[in-house]
């Protein structure tokens, strides 16, 4: 018989963690040990998760790529899917399809400065990114992140944070400051004030709302990396993750396979503007 | 394989009767709205002297309006299960007879796509179980511009079996080993061709696509890079004004492979079934993602994309532009938009008349 690509791989939640409001990680096990052994994936890529009876949607994977036992994905809830899924609880039933797509350029940014820059839940992506780094720490150079929230209370991975700077610089920012943040707020693009690239070997990787790439990324350019040294990562609707669907084309491109992460130079031939 | 036969009209209709006693035979039907494919319980409904398209293509033999992926439920242990619906696809054999070169055509478009980096196994499972009869065209009609393509009105290769009316007897074209199993047992009905009848078959064809040929159109091949030029030019917007974002275009045209994916729960909530089902460039909805954000918000956008898809994008997807200029989209626009108009446009920068905006 064919195997199917649509049809999902059984597999449980192993566990639900709050994140910030309205957004919770969630540990997927593959039940079938002998899918799950293969389950490997690359940072920056995603999968299709079912939801029975609410559907499928795409969502980028958290976890360590070292980790086989289990993946994760961090959800905010805010379609069908995400609702359907806030309703299940540990032990409960869900499909995996993927990992789909082309992830951060790991092997280009060795012997480099990387930057990394997220917004919000834009940093789901970017999570397995910092691991993989930290993982392979001599192999990269300066290495810093840029995040920026809404308010301290929509910061994601706030336990991860202590343990990242004894490898990285971490910069944090929120829009709106409480009383107790004593950190920089702004948009993230207030980290940039003080920096300058200490040399031409940097790549920057991104990923937020649309709006913040924008801006960013024009930040980017003008401090001087050009356009292949600038990656993010793009929404879109993506129903297959194989390029049959046609919904997220963007400019003639699949994000779900010729994608997600994208750079600035091959985004600009996109006759479509998608950032 | 090149080998030519005959087969008198007045034994057509043996010649059906004898592809059902195996196969399900789907044909061509006169109805009151027009012609369309069914599937065919008596050879006295199939019409094989309908001129230029059916209503809608082929294509929902092969990519249904709703396809039923697969099937989940909860067992009463509280363990689910997973009910593929694939292996209901791959059962049962086809003939699909009647196919101009354009819907053939539109065929091998989606082969490329379905069957290519990656293999879509419902597509893949039905195309393979159905074998394809085509039919020329003796006569096309004012919507029809696959010469300008190079999808019809001659056709070398995406059929079994290739028919073309010589008024009396059609001659078949013998086009791959599965065509000629299914003549190589019905030998008594056929006759070996002569090679007047080829000569005819080309004659009749090449007034057809002289026919087509007076419509003043470019080479479809040769727009890529006006289109490219084109991308934010104005007459965009009046088109995108034009359009109702109907997505009828899409429903009709034989390429139109868009599609979304969803689940249907039964009332019990411990079954369903996912499906997908096909869905528009057009649409509003097409690009939405969770959190509202609509990546192409304004209609020219939208309106732009199918006619980039169709031929700009496609060129780097499958090869080719993937148009087959059967004129459906034209004929069944609400908002009276000609896709031969708007390449005119953008090849010639002259608006045409017709597509003057607010004037029909």
Known sequence: MVSNPYLPKLAKIESIKDEAPETKTFKIKILDEKIRDSFNFSPGQFIELTVFGYGEAPFSITSSPMVHENFSITVRKMGNVTKGLFRLREGDFVGVRGPFGRGWPLEKMKENDVLVIAGGIGLAPLKPLIEYIILHRKMYNNVKLFYGAKTPKDIIYKDMFDEWRKYIDVELTVDFAEKDWSGHSGPVTVLFKNFQPSSDNIYSVQCGPPIMMHFVTRQLSSIGLPPEKIYFSLERNMKCGMGFCGKCMTGGRYVCKEGPVFNYSEVKNFLETPV | ?360
């Open chain 2, 1 to 360: 394989m090149e080998r030519f036969l005959t087969i008198d009209k007045g034994l057509m209709d043996n010649f059906l009767e004898r592809v059902m006693e195996y196969y399900q035979l789907i044909a061509p039907v006169r109805t009151e709205k027009g012609v369309l494919f069914e599937y065919i319980s008596g050879k006295e409904e199939v019409d094989l002297t309908y001129s230029g398209h059916t209503i809608l293509p082929p294509k929902k033999f092969f990519f249904p309006p709703v396809e039923e992926m697969f099937v989940y439920e909860y067992e009463d242990s509280g363990n689910i299960r997973l009910y593929d619906l694939l292996d209901e696809v791959s059962k049962g054999k086809r003939v699909i007879v009647g196919v101009k070169p354009c819907d053939i055509n539109g065929l091998l478009v989606l082969d490329k796509v379905f069957t290519g980096e990656y293999n879509d196994p419902y597509y893949a499972a039905r195309r393979k179980n159905t074998l394809v009869i085509g039919l020329t065209c003796n006569r096309p009609m004012e919507y029809c511009f696959c010469a300008y393509l190079n999808t019809g009105p001659f056709i070398k290769r995406g059929f079994d079996i290739l028919l073309s009316d010589l008024g009396d007897k059609y001659i078949v074209e013998v086009g791959s080993e599965d065509g000629w199993k299914l003549i190589k047992f019905n030998l008594d009905l056929f006759s070996e061709a002569r090679r007047d009848d080829v000569e005819e078959r080309e004659k009749l064809l090449m007034k057809v696509e002289e026919d087509i040929r007076s419509k003043g159109l470019p080479y479809f091949e040769t727009i890529e890079g006006a289109l490219r030029e084109k991308f934010l030019d104005e007459m965009w917007d009046e088109y995108g004004k034009k359009c109702l974002a109907c997505g009828k275009c899409n429903f009709t045209c034989p390429t139109c492979r868009c599609f979304t994916i969803t689940d249907e729960p039964n009332p019990d909530l411990k079954s369903g079934k996912r499906v997908r089902t096909w869905d528009s460039c057009h649409f509003l909805s097409f690009t939405r993602v969770a959190s509202g954000e609509v990546f192409r918000r304004d209609r020219p956008s939208r309106f732009k994309q199918r006619i980039y898809h169709k031929f700009v994008y496609s060129i780097n997807e499958i090869g080719s532009i993937s148009c087959v200029g059967c004129g459906r989209c034209v004929e069944v626009c609400p908002a009276k938009i000609n896709i031969m108009d708007v390449i005119k446009e953008v090849t010639f920068g002259v608006k045409p008349l017709s597509a003057k905006i607010g004037e029909d």
